[in-house]
């Protein structure tokens, strides 16, 4: 194994940092991607790669994303539930990488509900 320079600690740190800011930093949006062993079992893996590509693709620093537990729904999974400030939160299932691509760019970027994977609105309490 080679030996690390300080330009190799900059990028690891920097990557760190920004892997941190996705989990806990302050942000517009925070998506919660269902990882309990139903979605993961239904491909939440595949769900949770699909949207954090899609942020490292679009630039995008100001949405956290962060696992969450089994949502007692898992028919439904994979499943990630989207929370906006004044906003109710937005459970969308059954999801697929496509189906998160179109919910991040219409829902996470653009403030519009895709109602066609949505089951529900508002019926989680904000934290």
Request: proline share 6%.
């Given at each position: ?26 942000g517009r949006v925070r998506v ?60 969308y299932v059954d999801l697929t990488?496509?189906k998160v691509k179109e919910i ?24």
């Amino acid at each position: 194994m080679p030996k690390l320079k300080p330009q190799d600690l900059d990028k690891i740190a920097e990557k760190v940092k920004r892997t941190m800011l996705l989990r806990e930093g302050e942000g517009r949006v925070r998506v919660m991607v269902h990882m309990g062993t139903c979605g993961i079992a239904a491909g939440a893996r595949a769900i949770m790669k699909a949207l954090l590509d899609e942020i490292e693709a679009n630039d995008v620093k100001d949405v956290l994303v962060t696992a969450a537990s089994c949502a007692g729904l898992c028919s439904r999974e994979p499943m990630m539930t989207i929370e906006a400030p004044d906003q109710p939160p937005v459970k969308y299932v059954d999801l697929t990488p496509d189906k998160v691509k179109e919910i991040f760019s219409r829902h996470i970027m653009g403030g519009e509900i895709v109602t066609a994977y949505a089951l529900a609105q508002g019926s989680e309490r904000m934290l």
